[in-house]
């Protein structure tokens, strides 16, 4: 009977081992999975990131040269304006000039 007991006893220390043995395995698969899933979710992440980045700058070009072309344009306006103005005063200029070259005024 004490065979019996010790051989219980031995076979219960086996089976106890092969569960902690399992149960070590079954943790370092675990901890591998987790480590495998965080790495594609930092790698997802900094994409997303790199794609948001990507976007603000290709909005801020865009609103950059929105506003460089409504510069422009008030730019070219006001130039054509002072060309009008200019012209307009042209002829009185001229009249101007030739009368003090020739002695008039």
């Keep these: 009977m004490t065979e019996d007991v010790i051989r219980q006893i031995l076979n219960i220390e086996k089976q106890a081992q092969a569960?902690?043995?399992d149960a070590q395995r079954e943790a370092a698969r675990?901890?591998?999975q987790a480590e495998t899933e965080a790495d594609r979710i930092l790698r997802q992440t900094e994409e997303q990131a790199r794609e948001e980045a990507q976007r603000l700058l290709?909005?801020?070009?865009?609103?950059?040269e929105e506003k460089r072309g409504r510069i422009l344009d008030?730019?070219?306006e006001e130039?054509?304006?002072i060309e009008e103005e200019?012209?307009?005063h042209l002829d009185?200029?001229?009249h101007y000039v030739v009368d003090q070259v020739v002695g008039r005024e």
């Excluded at 290709?58 to 950059?64: C, N, T």
């Design 58 to 64: 290709d909005d801020a070009r865009a609103e950059a």
């Design 30 to 32: 675990i901890v591998a």
């Design 19 to 21: 569960v902690y043995n």
């Design 74 to 76: 008030g730019t070219c």
């Design 92 to 94: 009185e200029a001229v």
């Design 86 to 88: 200019a012209e307009s």
């Design 79 to 81: 130039l054509r304006q």
